[in-house]
């Protein structure tokens, strides 16, 4: 929070030069955004630019790069430790009780002010994911947490339920299920998902045409099927399917329910 909060990039610092002077010109606010921090100056002396992923100059579209962002960079990765040192916790509750009662009440007497806590400091500090503020790891423990103990209430408390309650909490389960074949893949899923793109790789390396990019399965899918033959691309202005919200949101959902049917047989 010091480093992020507290100290500034010097007026020297490259990412803080005039915004028209930035390259890549397309982008020229968020590198003004992300770069002209302290965060950004920070984790582009320690780590170097070419390790940085966004990176920009103020030499000229063809100079060097000389500035740049990461959002998981030094910093950003200390600010965030504390969520998993959260969950840590949260798990450890369940591990020293035992007893669902006592248990739920526990986290919710937790994350209840925790969350009213991240919604007051934002006010001061704003919710920033890139820069994992201390306002938005705060609210993402508390809504996490009260998440965690509505699905655990519903799913694994085995608390006896009111009879008029009972036919809710049995659809309430059927419908959460596919989160729990997920849950119970959830490296599988990580790795070969969207997420780190692995199966995505392995089905573009197969290509029958040149250019290789262009002439795949994923591309064909993506472009030919959704955005010509169903129509997904007709709101939007150039034909890229990464900028089209129509296309990428039904790419997203096709390949979800896929690895949820995955995850299903493997369970």
Excluded at 29 to 38: K, P, V
Excluded at 188 to 197: P, T
Excluded at 199 to 205: E, F, P
Aim: one cysteine or more; hydrophobic letters at 45%.
């Amino acid at each position: 929070t010091a480093l992020t909060y507290a100290v500034q990039a010097p007026a020297s610092w490259p990412g803080c030069s005039p915004e028209d002077t930035l390259f890549p010109s397309g982008n020229r606010a968020e590198l003004r955004e992300f770069c002209c921090t302290s965060v950004g100056w920070i984790d582009t002396t320690l780590l170097g630019v070419n390790h940085m992923y966004m990176a920009g100059s103020n030499h000229g579209p063809e100079g060097p790069k000389n500035f740049g962002f990461d959002p998981e960079g030094v910093v950003t990765t200390f600010s965030s430790v504390f969520t998993m040192f959260f969950g840590l916790y949260v798990g450890l509750v369940w591990m020293a009780l035992k007893d669902p009662r006592p248990v739920l009440l526990h986290w919710i007497l937790l994350a209840v002010p925790v969350l009213a806590g991240s919604c007051i400091l934002s006010l001061w500090i704003p919710f920033n994911k890139r820069l994992w503020s201390p306002s938005y790891s705060l609210f993402m423990c508390g809504t996490g947490t009260i998440l965690y103990a509505a699905i655990f209430a519903v799913c694994d408390s085995g608390l006896p339920a009111n009879v008029h309650l009972q036919r809710p909490l049995r659809v309430a389960r059927a419908m959460l299920t596919p989160l729990q074949w997920l849950g119970s893949n959830c490296i599988l899923f990580f790795v070969l998902s969207d997420c780190c793109e692995g199966l995505s790789w392995l089905l573009k390396a197969i290509s029958w045409g040149s250019p290789p990019s262009k002439n795949n399965i994923v591309y064909w899918f993506q472009y030919t099927f959704l955005w010509k033959w169903c129509g997904l691309g007709t709101s939007c202005s150039a034909e890229n399917f990464t900028e089209c919200g129509p296309v990428i949101l039904v790419y997203t959902l096709v390949g979800t329910l896929f690895w949820v049917v995955v995850c299903g047989c493997l369970y």
